[in-house]
C-alpha cells in the first residue's frame, strides 16, 4: 500500500517536530518534507511531491494562504489541509473564496487530524467542528444579507465593485444612467454606507463578489 506523502510547512519548530512525530509512527503516512514559511513549502513541492500539505495560515515571508493559492495554481493535485490556531470568520472566509480542501484547528485531536489528512489526500473535503460552525454561520449570513437586494440591485453592486462609471452601468444593462444613479443611492442607504469602497469591502465579505 502506498503511503500518504505529507508536507509540513509551519513556522514553530516545535510543533513541526511533534507533528513529524506524530505522523512517522502512523503505518498509512509519511512526512517527505517539513518548511518553516509558505516560500519554502513551495520550493520544496516539486521535489518531493506530497500527497497533502499540512499548512499553518500565520507564518512569516509568504503566509499559508498566499502558499496555498499559489499551490493549487502550480500544483493541482496537491491537496492542502490547514492546520491553524487562526480559526476566526475572516481567515475562514478567505479559504474558502480559494477553494481551500480542508482545515482544522491546531487545538485538535491527533485521530481528527489523522482523520482529516485521509480524508483530504482521498479527495474529499473535511473541516473541523469548530471550523464547520464557523462556515455555517458565514453561509447563513451571505443568504440573509443578500435577500435584501433585487436582481438589479446586485447587478449593479458587482458592476460598481468592478470599477465601472455609472454611464457604463447604464449601457451594460440597456437602462437610463439616471436610472442607475437611483439603484445606487438605494442601496447605500439600505448598508448606511456612503461610497464604492465600503460598498466593495461588503460586497467581498459577503459573497457577493470573490477576488
Known sequence: MNKIKVL????????????????????????????SNG?????????????????????????GAAATERIYAEYPDTKVLVLSSDTSAAS??????????????????????????????AGYEYYGTDVARIIEGIH????????????????????????LQYKE?????????????NIKANILHKLGINNTVELFRYALSNGIISL
Do not use: W
Open 8 to 35: 509540513i510547512a509551519d513556522d514553530h519548530p516545535m510543533f513541526r517536530m511533534g507533528l513529524e512525530m506524530m505522523l512517522s509512527g502512523n503505518e498509512e503516512m509519511e512526512v517527505v518534507a517539513t518548511a
Open 39 to 63: 516560500r519554502e513549502a513551495l520550493e520544496k513541492l516539486p521535489f518531493y511531491r506530497p500527497d497533502v500539505v499540512l499548512m499553518d495560515l500565520i507564518m512569516p515571508v509568504l503566509d
Open 92 to 121: 475562514v472566509e478567505r479559504l474558502l473564496s480559494i477553494g481551500i480542501q480542508g482545515f482544522i484547528s491546531k487545538m485538535s485531536q491527533k485521530e481528527d487530524i489523522l482523520a482529516a489528512i485521509n480524508t483530504v489526500a
Open 140 to 163: 447563513t449570513a451571505r443568504n440573509v444579507d443578500n435577500s435584501i437586494f433585487t436582481p438589479r440591485e446586485l447587478d449593479i453592486i458587482r458592476l460598481s465593485c468592478d470599477g
Open 169 to 181: 452601468m447604464a449601457d451594460r444593462l440597456g437602462i437610463a444612467m439616471k436610472t442607475v444613479e
